[in-house]
């Protein structure tokens, strides 16, 4: 029902700063969150950050608060997640996704919708 596409990742020093882009075909109410999850080698995919189209609800893993903010521009579609103080424990591979709250928000549960993901590398 909705496309993901995201964009941005690269290879970054610790330290440093990077926004990745998430643009979406559409919005629609039956998937009012959109989600940042990430997954590193070996490891299983967690939940980074979400909010909802309406800018509401906003909510960080503890990992990321304070480093990562989520935002949206509705005119465009597009989620970003703007990623400061990179440390090399956030280098993985950013999904974007689409859902609803099923679970809390923050589970691969309420999500139904990914994009196909966006390498991000932090080099020591």
């Known amino acids: 029902q909705v496309q993901l596409v995201e964009s941005g990742g690269g290879l970054v020093q610790a330290g440093g700063s990077l926004t990745l882009s998430c643009v979406a075909s559409?919005?629609?109410?039956?998937?009012?969150?959109v989600a940042w999850f990430r997954q590193a080698p070996g490891k299983e995919r967690e939940f980074v950050a979400h909010?909802?189209?309406?800018?509401?609800?906003?909510g960080y893993a503890d990992s990321v608060k304070g480093r990562f903010t989520i935002f949206r521009d509705n005119a465009k579609n597009t989620v970003y997640l703007q990623m400061n103080d990179l440390k090399t424990e956030d280098t993985a591979t950013y999904y974007c996704a689409s859902g609803r709250v099923v679970v809390d928000g923050r589970s691969l549960n309420d999500y139904k919708e990914w994009g196909q993901g966006t390498q991000v590398t932090v080099s020591s």
């Open positions: 559409r919005r629609t109410v039956t998937r009012p969150i």
């Open positions: 909010i909802r189209w309406s800018g509401t609800t906003i």
